[in-house]
Structure formats: C-alpha cells, structure tokens
C-alpha cells in the first residue's frame, strides 16, 4: 500500500512540475481518444494500413478545417476588430446606464469607466507579458506552431500505436489485477468518452443556437465573435455560461435598449432550460455525475495548480478520480457521496449538478 502511493504520490509530483510544457500532450491525447473510434472503424471499412487511414484523415481534417477557417475568420476578425475599437464606448454607455451617473464615488474613491478600463488593460499586460513588445509577441507565435506540432505527431503516434502502449503499461500491474485494471478502464472510458464527445457537441451547439438567435433574430452586433465565445464558456462549468450571458445582455444593451438585454437575457435562460433537461441527460446520461460542491472545489483547484488548462480539465479528472475510488472502495449500495443526489422523481443533474 505504501509503495502503491508511492508510486502515486511520484507521478503526481513528475506532473506537477513538468505542467508548463502539459498542454500539447494533454490535447494530443483528447484528439487520439476521439479520433480513435473513428479510425478503428475506417480501418476495418476501408482494409487499409492503419497509418494509411491516419494520414488520409489528417489530410481530410486540415482540408475541411482550413475551408472552415477562411470563410469564418474574416468575419470573425473584422467583428473582433470592431467591437475592441468601441468597447471603451460600449463600457462607458454601460456603466452610466447601470449606475445613472458618469462617475461614481466609492468609498471616497471617483470610480469612472476610463478608471476601469486602465485597469482591466494594465491587468492583461500583466497577465500576457508585454504582448506589445516584437520579440514576445514573436516567442509566442513560435511556442504555439511548436505546440501544434507537437499535437499533431503525438496525436498520431497515440492513434497508431496507442493500444499497444496501453498493453504493454498492463505488464507492470501484477497478473491477479489484470481483470480489475481492464474494468476500471472501461468504466473510465467511459466517463470520459462521454464527457468528451458531449461537451464537443455542446460547444458546438450552443455556439450556432446563440449565432442564429443574436445575429438573424436581434440582428446584435459582434453576432459571431459574442457566438463563438458562449461556444468555448460552455466548458467552464457555473462561471461560463454566467459570463457569456453578462457579455450579450450588455452589449445589447449598449446597442439595442434595454428591451432587447432582457430578450437576450430569456434567450440564454431558454437555452441553459434545453440544454440541462433535455440535451445533458441524452448525450451524458449519468456518465459523469459529480456533486456540484466536488465540481467547484475541483475547477478552483485545477484553475489554482495549472491555469486555464486546469479548469478544463477540472471535470473529467473528478469523474475519474470518482471512478478510481469507486473501484477501489466501492460505495455504500446508498450510493457515493461524491454522487450528485437526485431529488424524488427528477433525474440527477450531470457535469457538476444542475447549471444555473
């Protein structure tokens, strides 16, 4: 038992300290896991090599994602580009009509949007570094083509030689617990294949459901870019979602009255009510239940030891920690407490409990 947490206790630390060079590897094996049933099947379609089939998918991957991109990336950049040139006026015009005066004393402080303004900028100088200056802004660049790199042939190699990796790792396990070991897998595959491939399909549902109904429906400005990032919130649980609204319903309100913030307000409420009761329980069921406490101690503590990437990750590593605990202390047949209860006659909410 005490070498068992060794063992543990070293990996945890070689994780720790190796966090800042994490990201690539961490997405090329998120890439692999949803890939890889996609490639197991083209391989037994096609009766093809399986390097073959990897690198025709690639190829069909970067042909379709490039298409993608050059139709949405001018609009997107010229909509980006747009609403940071008014942003200081949206901010202004927002401020007043929250708090009916251009300047507002706080504890014998003048507080004025230009005031908050200076601060968030000084704030995101300092949380990127100086990005004015050329030779960060060049050391960025190159650090994020060597981590898409660094993706792209770590994912290939997890999807050509991934199961025998996982094989040969089952040799160091003691022969008695090859059975358990094969469960535990499956149970967190399937965890994760689900927590995975549904938030995949969440982001991209709630990016195209908010784009028809601000763009076509309130003819919002910065339709697409406001769209896009209620899309890549949605994987932060409780906070995302809460900050995707706050920034339609202001920029509404700035721009279209305060008639039309209430309406993008009932419209975030409306599809949050879709999403929780109807889309969560199909595409997750009850794969990944966490109490919603566990679920915030877990993005707080993932956002505390590794950043934004942390907080990603947060969910899923719960899940299968919960999972690994289960195995290996199975729970009171009343169920786990890190189980997320389910009231009398309603379904147990997923993916951290119910989201507000």
Request: charged share 10%.
């Amino acid at each position: 038992m005490i070498r068992r947490w060794g063992w543990l206790l070293g990996l945890g630390l070689v994780l720790y300290l190796g966090r800042a060079v994490l990201p690539p590897f961490v997405l090329a094996i998120i890439l692999a896991y949803l890939l890889n049933p996609l490639v197991d099947g083209l391989t037994r379609r096609l009766r093809l090599p399986r390097w073959t089939v990897i690198v025709g998918l690639y190829l069909f991957m970067l042909s379709g994602l490039g298409a993608l991109l050059a139709v949405l990336v001018p609009a997107f950049v010229h909509e980006t580009r747009a609403l940071a040139q008014h942003a200081p006026a949206i901010l202004t015009a927002l401020f007043i009509q929250i708090t009916g005066t251009p300047a507002l004393d706080l504890f014998g402080r003048s507080i004025t949007p230009d005031l908050l303004l200076a601060y968030f900028s000084r704030s995101l100088d300092e949380a990127l570094g100086r990005p004015g200056e050329a030779l960060h802004v060049a050391a960025l660049l190159v650090e994020g083509v060597l981590g898409i790199l660094v993706t792209l042939v770590v994912t290939f190699y997890l999807l050509l030689h991934g199961r025998a990796f996982l094989a040969y790792l089952l040799h160091f396990v003691p022969a008695e617990h090859h059975d358990r070991v094969r469960r535990l897998g499956r149970r967190v595959n399937h965890v994760l294949g689900s927590y995975l491939r549904g938030q995949l399909f969440l982001v991209v549902l709630m990016a195209s459901a908010t784009y028809l109904a601000l763009g076509p429906g309130f003819h919002l400005p910065y339709a697409l870019p406001i769209a896009l990032a209620t899309g890549i919130l949605e994987v932060i649980p409780f906070v995302g979602p809460v900050v995707a609204a706050t920034i339609a319903a202001g920029v509404g309100l700035v721009q279209l009255g305060p008639q039309a913030a209430v309406g993008i307000i009932l419209v975030y409420f409306v599809l949050r009510q879709l999403e929780d009761h109807v889309v969560m329980p199909i595409v997750l069921g009850r794969a990944v239940a966490l109490h919603p406490a566990v679920t915030i101690f877990a993005v707080l503590t993932g956002g505390t030891l590794a950043g934004v990437l942390g907080v990603l990750l947060a969910v899923p590593v719960a899940a299968t920690v919960k999972v690994v605990l289960e195995e290996l202390y199975p729970p009171e047949p009343a169920g786990s407490c890190l189980a997320d209860p389910a009231r009398p006659g309603q379904p147990a909410s997923t993916l951290g409990g119910e989201r507000q």
